[in-house]
């Protein structure tokens, strides 16, 4: 493994803990799709007991960093320019469903910059990571965002309205930190969605970035609507020309 940060160490073992539950929790949903009861409740416990997990965990390592995540909203301690950015379960819907395509989400962002980034996808057992100035990384193997210049062989991820609105080769996944991992990865050529919490991206955008790809400044928008832009170097101009409008 190359060397990592204590605080990413804190946050791989924090979600490999909460990772248990949702492998577990996941395993049950396939009694539940077909109970009259129907699987919502089940669901939104099992985004609590991870997100519960998370925060003990990160502040277990770290008691006075604050906390932003997608169920608890912000919890102010007493260090504010250290804050952990926690999605417990992105893709929601899709987990709901029994589609197993969603990922666990941590981020630290220190005096408004992140430093670093995790997105782990319990079900395919993948982990992306990245830290600042240290490169990007899936399972240990150094990542970089595709090399490709033409849009027509490029895929984006985004969502419906996305999609409606470009004129590109799309995909809508329903998780936009795996759409961010995978552009970091290479896999997807870019993602693009407006309105968007950054809890869903922040870990993503850093993956993005310390993978050789580009990303608006995130600074400019307050943090439950954001309008991303992350793609490779080559075609980010080509990309944004075709967004003009969106």
Sequence with gaps: MNSISPNLNVMIKACEKA???????????????????????????????????????LLKAKKNFSVL?????????????????????????NFLHGVPHFAISIALKSENKILSGLV?????????????????????????????????????????????????????????????????????????QNNINLWDIAAGAIIVEEAGGKINDLNKYKSDNINIRASSNNIHTKMLEKLNNF
């Design 69 to 93: 995540s997608e169920e608890a909203g912000y919890i102010e301690n007493s260090d504010k320019t250290n804050i952990w950015i926690i999605d417990p379960i992105d893709g929601t819907i």
């Design 120 to 192: 782990i996808d319990p079900i395919k057992n993948e982990m992306f990571y990245a830290e600042k100035n240290n490169g990007a990384y899936y399972n240990n193997h150094r990542i970089r965002v595709s090399k490709k210049n033409n849009l027509d062989e490029c895929l984006f991820g985004t969502n419906l309205d996305g999609a409606l609105h470009a004129n590109l080769n799309t995909r809508i996944t329903g998780c936009a930190a795996l759409d961010l991992a995978y552009t970091g990865a290479g896999r997807f050529d870019g993602f693009f």
């Design 19 to 57: 990772s248990k539950i949702l492998i577990r929790d996941f395993g049950e949903l396939e009694n539940l799709q077909v109970s009259s009861k129907g699987p919502r409740d089940f669901v939104t416990n099992s985004d609590k007991k991870v997100e519960k997990i998370l925060i003990e965990e």
